[in-house]
């Protein structure tokens, strides 16, 4: 199919924090105005808007994405809200770049904005409606239930155990030390991991990325639009976003079919053969550490049952050969949900153009991705970047 | 462009600056209750429980019985065929030991942990599994492919719902 | 293709019930807390205009909608407005009667490109006017909280 080239020319985040003061607009404004800033364009140059923010339970503001609007550039703009729970911070830029490789719009802004805090007693209530009312709600289910029993069964399928998966909190909260955006960096141990508080079995406090507040923004453009503006472009060469069935209780835990059916969606957008190979450097989603394992399996980035040894290895870490979460992931710079997602993809864009500061891997990569995950533990969202 | 702490935005605040005013904040309580149809699938499933009985569904094209039961089949996108009961044992597909409420507050000292469990119904295809609780067992002994048997509250204190099964319980021998 | 299925008794018909107990604390963002402060503590109404685009937004705020531009500072306006249109309520929000019917306004600010939604008072339906002059009627100073509500409403001037 013949579409347009699209290419990210500018970032934008926030600070991602546990309670801001700004609200949920504000927030996607500051994204906003650094994205267009950092390209050195305004509003004006702007065709199209594409928002993503997860659920309106969090903000307790209903049709969160007319409430964003003003502060993400929406203002008589073709405005479009895009939602798949947690995986919705790649699948905004895949609707950005939607628009842009149609052909409609020659650029496009992209924001993400999450404001949890305003949720009480805690953000994590919010998601007891996500499960069936009537079959599964009545049993009181916390959203980490669903976290505990998958990586339970990953655990046991793979023979894999807590302490190994404790490393990539670990990892995580140690990039999280150069990233000028995180919220919970730290240098801690696999032991500091274990010994704390066990919220839900296989789970520890420190296997979980935090509650968070902020926000992140792109600037999309087509090829010739992109001359004008930078050139420096990283190119969306492959998107891929796949949805598994709502019954999440009757899959297969132990590996996310629908995240593979997502990346070899966006590799083969992209002619890539061999991810293992290809992709020289990823931002797999990481809201639990676990979770980093089983979706570089689902993307095809290690075997089934073997990401865990790339880990111990070294070969994640971010002076490694395939560094994984370099940003420090939603485990160290946070989980505002949407924004957890295109702060994945900045990172990777950061990485590409050799502008990430103190968390630039070395070797210069050329083709890196970034993921998210979400919904009823059934949506995987890809895209892939090369410069 | 590289990112610079001084130049992001978010101003972060401690919850105490509500609280002493130091802040403005406004709370407020959406008062929303609904009432979801359960329909025939969820409804004849609901009927059925309160019977202790269990009920699936089957689609006669990929063969699958499913429970929770449901009118069409997700995967070959077709209406379900026929209703099918099957058991009421199962075994343990995963589990957690959760010490955390709904709403993330912890539960109280003493009190035994929320056991999660997906259990595998015996009778429905392989790995057809629901969410459920664990009970009268130890935490320490849950193994994953465990047989456990539904506990049931008695019939008069049975309402059409899936806590009609108050947990499943191992299966001895 | 139907589904093979249908409830045909409605006795057969059967849901179940639930809510979501959550509740919220909103803080008011950097634009609406200069504008609550000062109403609470001064009784000033205060705008903000954008220096791209000339537009003044009341209440203040931190951002451009148009421009997607900072907007530093604030400037007080009178309060005053003129009526843009009006409704009279009788239901409350459950649909119940309300003992007095409530007036409701759109308000055009005065020195500023905005509306503001609030209540009429001191005024009989049958007096108001689309284009009648508003003042704002406010709680004592003791009684404001930095709230909407620190605004009674606003009366015929």
């Not at chain 1, 947690?86 to 830029?93: D, E, I, K, L, S």
């Not at chain 1, 995240?259 to 966006?266: G, L, S, T």
């Not at chain 1, 002619?271 to 989603?285: C, D, H, L, S």
């Not at chain 3, 963002?29 to 402060?37: A, D, P, V, Y």
């Amino acid at each position: 199919m013949a579409y347009q080239k699209v290419a990210i020319v500018g970032a934008g985040i926030t600070k991602f924090v546990r309670r801001a003061q700004e609200t949920g607009k504000e927030l996607a404004f500051q994204a906003s105005k650094m994205a267009l800033d950092s390209c050195g364009m305004t509003i004006d140059d702007i065709e199209s808007v594409s928002l993503g923010t997860a659920p309106d339970a969090f903000d307790g503001v209903h049709m969160k994405g007319e409430y964003l609007s003003d502060g993400s550039g929406g203002w008589r703009k073709p405005y479009m809200r895009q939602f798949v729970g947690g995986g919705t911070g790649v699948f905004a830029p895949i609707h950005g770049w939607l628009h842009v490789a149609s052909g409609m719009f020659d650029t496009c802004l992209v924001v993400c904005s999450e404001k949890m805090s305003s949720c009480y007693p805690h953000p994590q209530g919010a998601f007891k409606t996500i499960f069936d009312h009537t079959t599964e709600q009545a049993l009181d289910p916390t959203l980490i239930w669903i976290f505990a029993l998958e990586m339970n069964r990953f655990m046991s399928t793979y023979g894999i155990t807590k302490e190994e998966i404790a490393q990539v909190s670990v990892k995580n909260k140690k990039n999280a030390m150069d990233h000028p955006a995180a919220q919970l960096p730290m240098e801690i141990t696999v032991d500091d991991v274990m010994n704390s508080e066990t919220l839900a079995w296989p789970v520890n406090r420190l296997d979980i990325s935090p509650a968070s507040d902020g926000a992140a923004a792109i600037v999309l453009a087509s090829e010739h639009a992109s001359k004008r503006i930078t050139d420096k472009p990283v190119w969306i060469d492959g998107v891929g976003w796949n949805l598994d069935t709502a019954y999440w209780a009757t899959r297969d835990l132990s590996y996310p079919r629908y995240v593979e059916k997502a990346a070899r969606m966006a590799y083969d957008m992209a002619g890539v053969v061999e991810p293992k190979r290809e992709i020289e450097i990823a931002e797999p989603y990481d809201p639990f550490d676990y979770k980093e394992l089983h979706h570089m399996e689902g993307l095809q980035l290690a075997d089934r049952g073997k990401a865990v040894e790339m880990l111990l290895d070294g070969v994640t870490q971010r002076d490694g050969d395939r560094p994984m979460c370099p940003s420090g992931g939603a485990l160290g710079v946070g989980n505002p949900i949407a924004a957890t997602g295109l702060m994945k993809v900045i990172e990777i864009f950061l990485q590409l153009r050799g502008e990430a500061g103190k968390r630039q891997v070395p070797g210069s990569p050329r083709c890196g991705l970034a993921q998210a995950w979400g919904d009823l533990m059934q949506v995987g969202t890809v895209v892939v970047l090369r410069r | 462009m590289e990112l610079d702490k001084k130049e992001l935005g978010a101003t972060h605040y401690k919850e105490s600056a509500l609280k002493e005013g130091k802040l403005l904040s406004l709370a407020k309580q959406p008062k929303l209750q609904y009432a979801w149809d359960n329909g025939p699938a969820i409804g004849r499933y609901l009927e059925e429980l309160k019977e202790g009985r269990i009920i699936a569904r089957k689609c006669n094209k990929c063969r699958r019985i499913m429970i929770p039961p449901r009118m069409f089949c997700e995967l070959c996108w077709r209406p379900t065929d026929e209703w099918v009961y099957v058991k009421d044992t199962g075994k343990v597909n995963t589990f957690s030991i959760c010490y955390v409420n709904w709403d993330a507050s912890r539960i109280k000292k003493g009190d035994k942990p929320h056991l999660p469990a997906v259990i595998e119904i015996d009778g429905a295809s392989e790995g057809m599994g629901i969410l459920h609780v664990l009970g009268e067992v130890e935490p320490e002994k849950i193994k994953i492919g465990m047989k456990v048997k539904a506990a049931w509250k008695k019939p008069e204190e049975r309402e059409g719902a899936i806590t009609d099964i108050l947990y499943f319980k191992p299966v001895r021998g | 293709m139907g589904l093979t299925e249908r409830i045909n008794k409605t006795d057969k018909l059967s849901y179940y019930e639930g809510q979501i107990p959550i509740e919220y604390v909103y803080t008011y963002g950097l634009g609406l807390e200069k504008f609550f402060r000062a109403i609470k503590d001064q009784g000033k109404f205060l705008a903000s205009t954008c220096k791209e685009c000339g537009v003044t937004y009341l209440p203040a705020r931190s951002f451009c909608e148009r421009c997607l531009v900072k907007i530093e500072g604030t400037t007080a306006v009178p309060g005053t407005g003129t009526v843009y249109s009006y409704t009279t309520v009788h239901l409350n929000m459950d649909e119940s009667p309300k003992k007095e019917p409530a007036l409701v306004a759109l308000i055009d600010m005065d020195g500023t490109d905005c509306r503001f939604l609030h209540y009429l008072t001191g005024v009989k339906a049958d007096k108001v006017k689309v284009g009648m002059k508003v003042k704002p009627a406010l709680k004592a100073k003791k009684d404001r909280k930095g709230h909407i509500e620190d605004i009674v409403g606003f009366q015929p001037s």
